[in-house]
Protein backbone atom coordinates (compact mmCIF):
# COMPACT_ATOMS: atom_id res chain seq x y z
CA UNK A 1 0.00 0.00 0.00
CA UNK A 2 1.29 3.74 -0.41
CA UNK A 3 0.97 4.86 2.41
CA UNK A 4 -0.61 8.88 1.92
CA UNK A 5 -1.50 9.89 5.70
CA UNK A 6 -1.27 8.57 8.80
CA UNK A 7 -3.89 8.67 11.48
CA UNK A 8 -2.36 8.52 15.13
CA UNK A 9 -4.72 7.72 18.20
CA UNK A 10 -3.59 6.62 21.75
CA UNK A 11 -3.21 2.44 21.16
CA UNK A 12 -3.65 2.54 17.42
CA UNK A 13 -2.49 3.53 14.60
CA UNK A 14 -4.30 3.68 10.82
CA UNK A 15 -1.88 3.76 7.55
CA UNK A 16 -4.20 5.40 5.05
CA UNK A 17 -4.38 6.05 0.95
CA UNK A 18 -5.48 9.05 1.19
CA UNK A 19 -4.74 12.56 1.73
CA UNK A 20 -5.72 13.01 5.47
CA UNK A 21 -2.15 15.07 6.07
CA UNK A 22 -3.87 18.09 7.54
CA UNK A 23 -3.79 17.77 11.45
CA UNK A 24 -7.55 16.99 11.76
CA UNK A 25 -9.83 19.13 14.12
CA UNK A 26 -11.13 17.36 16.97
CA UNK A 27 -14.78 17.97 18.01
CA UNK A 28 -15.91 16.46 22.04
CA UNK A 29 -19.08 15.72 22.37
CA UNK A 30 -21.61 14.56 25.34
CA UNK A 31 -21.69 11.16 25.20
CA UNK A 32 -19.52 8.72 27.55
CA UNK A 33 -16.62 10.87 29.00
CA UNK A 34 -13.40 9.76 27.66
CA UNK A 35 -10.51 9.35 30.12
CA UNK A 36 -8.86 12.15 31.41
CA UNK A 37 -5.31 10.24 30.51
CA UNK A 38 -6.81 9.27 26.80
CA UNK A 39 -7.50 12.80 26.46
CA UNK A 40 -3.79 14.04 27.51
CA UNK A 41 -2.21 11.87 25.82
CA UNK A 42 -4.42 13.02 22.14
CA UNK A 43 -5.29 15.83 22.48
CA UNK A 44 -1.85 18.00 22.47
CA UNK A 45 -1.24 20.41 19.83
CA UNK A 46 -5.34 19.79 17.92
CA UNK A 47 -7.55 21.94 17.55
CA UNK A 48 -10.20 21.00 19.47
CA UNK A 49 -14.12 22.09 19.68
CA UNK A 50 -16.92 21.17 22.51
CA UNK A 51 -20.36 20.42 21.59
CA UNK A 52 -22.47 21.27 25.01
CA UNK A 53 -21.05 19.07 27.87
CA UNK A 54 -18.03 17.55 25.98
CA UNK A 55 -17.03 20.57 27.89
CA UNK A 56 -16.47 18.68 30.70
CA UNK A 57 -14.13 15.99 29.99
CA UNK A 58 -12.05 18.79 28.20
CA UNK A 59 -12.02 20.65 31.26
CA UNK A 60 -11.00 17.49 33.79
CA UNK A 61 -8.14 17.28 31.36
CA UNK A 62 -6.94 20.84 31.53
CA UNK A 63 -8.14 21.42 27.63
CA UNK A 64 -10.08 24.38 26.83
CA UNK A 65 -11.52 24.61 23.49
CA UNK A 66 -11.06 27.25 21.22
CA UNK A 67 -14.58 26.77 20.26
CA UNK A 68 -17.51 26.17 22.48
CA UNK A 69 -21.37 25.74 21.08
CA UNK A 70 -24.82 23.93 21.32
CA UNK A 71 -27.41 24.93 23.63
CA UNK A 72 -25.82 24.21 26.57
CA UNK A 73 -28.53 22.16 28.28
CA UNK A 74 -26.20 19.16 29.37
CA UNK A 75 -23.65 21.53 30.89
CA UNK A 76 -23.02 23.00 34.16
CA UNK A 77 -24.28 26.65 33.73
CA UNK A 78 -21.07 27.51 36.18
CA UNK A 79 -18.71 25.78 34.04
CA UNK A 80 -20.50 27.00 30.73
CA UNK A 81 -19.85 30.62 32.19
CA UNK A 82 -16.31 30.24 33.27
CA UNK A 83 -15.26 29.48 29.40
CA UNK A 84 -17.30 31.97 27.67
CA UNK A 85 -16.38 34.95 30.48
CA UNK A 86 -12.52 33.84 29.78
CA UNK A 87 -12.27 34.96 26.80
CA UNK A 88 -9.98 33.00 25.15
CA UNK A 89 -13.07 30.78 23.51
CA UNK A 90 -15.52 31.23 20.42
CA UNK A 91 -18.67 30.46 22.32
CA UNK A 92 -21.65 30.11 20.05
CA UNK A 93 -25.01 29.55 22.10
CA UNK A 94 -28.08 28.18 20.45
CA UNK A 95 -31.75 27.56 21.82
CA UNK A 96 -32.81 24.10 23.13
CA UNK A 97 -35.63 24.21 20.77
CA UNK A 98 -33.74 23.46 17.69
CA UNK A 99 -33.54 21.25 14.69
CA UNK A 100 -30.09 19.77 14.88
CA UNK A 101 -27.92 18.46 17.29
CA UNK A 102 -25.19 20.32 18.65
CA UNK A 103 -22.63 17.93 17.05
CA UNK A 104 -24.50 18.29 13.50
CA UNK A 105 -23.84 22.68 14.34
CA UNK A 106 -20.49 21.48 15.18
CA UNK A 107 -19.97 19.60 11.66
CA UNK A 108 -22.03 22.33 9.51
CA UNK A 109 -19.65 25.24 11.37
CA UNK A 110 -16.78 22.82 10.73
CA UNK A 111 -17.60 22.51 6.43
CA UNK A 112 -17.90 26.76 6.88
CA UNK A 113 -14.57 27.10 8.15
CA UNK A 114 -12.91 25.13 5.27
CA UNK A 115 -11.63 22.22 7.91
CA UNK A 116 -11.80 19.05 5.79
CA UNK A 117 -11.32 16.09 8.46
CA UNK A 118 -12.26 15.52 12.07
CA UNK A 119 -11.97 12.96 14.95
CA UNK A 120 -15.14 12.80 17.51
CA UNK A 121 -14.71 11.90 20.63
CA UNK A 122 -17.19 11.80 23.76
CA UNK A 123 -19.74 10.07 21.31
CA UNK A 124 -19.59 6.45 23.05
CA UNK A 125 -21.86 5.03 25.65
CA UNK A 126 -25.74 6.14 26.84
CA UNK A 127 -28.44 6.12 24.27
CA UNK A 128 -28.55 4.07 20.63
CA UNK A 129 -29.91 6.72 19.22
CA UNK A 130 -27.68 9.32 19.46
CA UNK A 131 -25.15 7.08 18.66
CA UNK A 132 -26.76 6.16 15.69
CA UNK A 133 -27.28 10.40 15.01
CA UNK A 134 -23.46 10.75 15.44
CA UNK A 135 -22.64 8.22 12.81
CA UNK A 136 -25.61 9.12 10.12
CA UNK A 137 -24.44 12.77 10.73
CA UNK A 138 -21.02 12.21 9.62
CA UNK A 139 -22.23 10.84 6.12
CA UNK A 140 -24.16 14.24 6.31
CA UNK A 141 -21.25 15.53 7.00
CA UNK A 142 -19.21 14.04 4.08
CA UNK A 143 -21.83 15.54 1.19
CA UNK A 144 -20.37 18.81 2.72
CA UNK A 145 -16.80 17.88 2.16
CA UNK A 146 -16.33 17.62 5.91
CA UNK A 147 -14.46 14.30 6.39
CA UNK A 148 -15.00 12.37 9.70
CA UNK A 149 -11.77 10.02 10.01
CA UNK A 150 -13.31 7.98 13.20
CA UNK A 151 -15.12 8.04 16.15
CA UNK A 152 -12.84 7.43 19.32
CA UNK A 153 -12.21 7.15 22.99
CA UNK A 154 -9.83 5.05 25.63
CA UNK A 155 -12.67 2.36 24.77
CA UNK A 156 -13.70 2.02 21.18
CA UNK A 157 -13.02 3.39 18.07
CA UNK A 158 -15.13 3.41 14.45
CA UNK A 159 -12.76 4.48 12.02
CA UNK A 160 -14.73 5.41 8.58
CA UNK A 161 -13.14 4.17 5.28
CA UNK A 162 -14.13 4.92 2.19
CA UNK A 163 -14.44 3.59 -1.43
CA UNK A 164 -11.32 3.53 -3.40
CA UNK A 165 -9.03 3.35 0.16
CA UNK A 166 -6.52 0.97 1.64
CA UNK A 167 -6.26 0.91 4.96
CA UNK A 168 -3.61 -0.56 7.49
CA UNK A 169 -4.15 -0.71 11.07
CA UNK A 170 -1.35 -1.07 14.06
CA UNK A 171 -3.12 -1.92 17.33
CA UNK A 172 -0.60 -1.89 20.36
CA UNK A 173 -3.22 -1.30 22.95
CA UNK A 174 -4.36 -4.81 24.23
CA UNK A 175 -8.09 -3.36 25.02
CA UNK A 176 -9.01 -3.62 21.16
CA UNK A 177 -9.08 -7.27 20.82
CA UNK A 178 -12.52 -7.54 18.62
CA UNK A 179 -12.41 -5.86 14.71
CA UNK A 180 -16.11 -5.61 13.29
CA UNK A 181 -17.06 -4.47 9.41
CA UNK A 182 -19.98 -2.50 9.25
CA UNK A 183 -21.35 -0.65 5.76
CA UNK A 184 -22.56 2.13 6.58
CA UNK A 185 -25.18 4.13 4.79
CA UNK A 186 -25.86 1.17 2.27
CA UNK A 187 -23.86 -1.54 0.15
CA UNK A 188 -19.97 -1.64 0.60
CA UNK A 189 -18.91 -3.76 -2.44
CA UNK A 190 -15.08 -5.32 -3.10
CA UNK A 191 -13.91 -5.33 0.50
CA UNK A 192 -11.04 -6.90 1.36
CA UNK A 193 -9.33 -8.13 5.07
CA UNK A 194 -6.36 -9.87 6.12
CA UNK A 195 -4.37 -9.81 9.23
CA UNK A 196 -7.22 -11.05 11.37
CA UNK A 197 -8.58 -14.91 11.91
CA UNK A 198 -11.02 -14.45 9.42
CA UNK A 199 -10.82 -12.73 5.96
CA UNK A 200 -12.70 -11.17 3.66
CA UNK A 201 -11.85 -11.64 -0.45
CA UNK A 202 -14.30 -9.11 -2.19
CA UNK A 203 -16.64 -9.48 -0.27
CA UNK A 204 -19.95 -7.31 -0.25
CA UNK A 205 -21.63 -6.31 2.84
CA UNK A 206 -24.69 -4.63 3.14
CA UNK A 207 -26.78 -3.36 6.64
CA UNK A 208 -29.50 -5.88 6.67
CA UNK A 209 -26.94 -8.91 6.58
CA UNK A 210 -24.31 -7.97 9.24
CA UNK A 211 -21.97 -11.45 9.39
CA UNK A 212 -18.83 -9.15 9.50
CA UNK A 213 -18.76 -8.27 13.30
CA UNK A 214 -16.78 -9.70 16.39
CA UNK A 215 -13.46 -10.87 14.25
CA UNK A 216 -10.76 -11.56 16.36
CA UNK A 217 -7.16 -9.69 15.87
CA UNK A 218 -3.79 -11.86 15.22
CA UNK A 219 -0.72 -10.99 17.32
CA UNK A 220 2.01 -9.60 15.85
CA UNK A 221 -0.17 -8.81 12.36
CA UNK A 222 -1.63 -5.41 11.25
CA UNK A 223 -4.59 -5.83 10.02
CA UNK A 224 -5.25 -4.72 6.11
CA UNK A 225 -8.77 -3.35 4.91
CA UNK A 226 -10.15 -1.55 1.38
CA UNK A 227 -13.10 -1.55 0.21
CA UNK A 228 -14.41 -0.36 -3.63
CA UNK A 229 -17.02 1.15 -2.86
CA UNK A 230 -19.37 2.45 -0.40
CA UNK A 231 -18.33 3.58 3.34
CA UNK A 232 -17.45 0.81 5.57
CA UNK A 233 -16.74 1.49 9.75
CA UNK A 234 -13.95 -0.65 10.92
CA UNK A 235 -14.97 -0.73 14.23
CA UNK A 236 -12.54 -1.75 17.68
CA UNK A 237 -13.27 -2.89 20.43
CA UNK A 238 -13.18 -5.39 23.84
CA UNK A 239 -13.94 -8.48 23.06
CA UNK A 240 -15.30 -8.77 27.06
CA UNK A 241 -19.52 -9.24 26.92
CA UNK A 242 -21.62 -6.77 28.55
CA UNK A 243 -23.05 -7.71 31.75
Known amino acids: MTDVGEIVLPGVRAAVSA????????????????????????????????????????MKAGFTPSRLLGDGDSTPPDLWEQVASAGTTVVESFPADKDFTDLQLAFFRAAGEGQRTVIVSGCWGGRFDHLWSA???????????????????????LFLVHGGEKWQLDVTDERYSVLSLLPLGGECGGVFLEGTKWTLDDA????????????????????????????????????EKAG
Open 135 to 157: VHSALWAAERRVRVLAFADHLEV
Open 19 to 58: DVSREPLVIVAGGREPSPQWLREFLPGKEVWCADSGLVPC
Open 204 to 239: ELVPWQPFAVSNRLVEKEKPGISVRKGILGVYLGSG
